[in-house]
């Protein structure tokens, strides 16, 4: 069945009790700041690691 209570619709003269701002700060540079850094730790670490691997496969290969 039909529902037929009355619902509040919202005119032109009715305001909002939320007010949004205008310069709306959402920490794109913070954000951008975080992925360099932890993009320059995954290349310094995956650099670190294949040295390592490296290392091993020259002293594996070198072993008498």
Do not use: C, K
């Amino acid at each position: 069945m039909a529902d037929h209570t009355s619902h509040p619709v919202p005119g032109p003269t009715s305001v909002r009790s939320t007010s949004v701002p205008l310069s709306v700060e959402d920490g794109s540079t913070h954000t951008e700041h975080r992925v360099n850094v932890r993009v320059f730790i995954y290349v310094i670490g995956l650099h670190v690691f294949a040295g390592l691997a490296m290392l091993l496969f020259y002293a594996g290969q070198h072993r008498s």
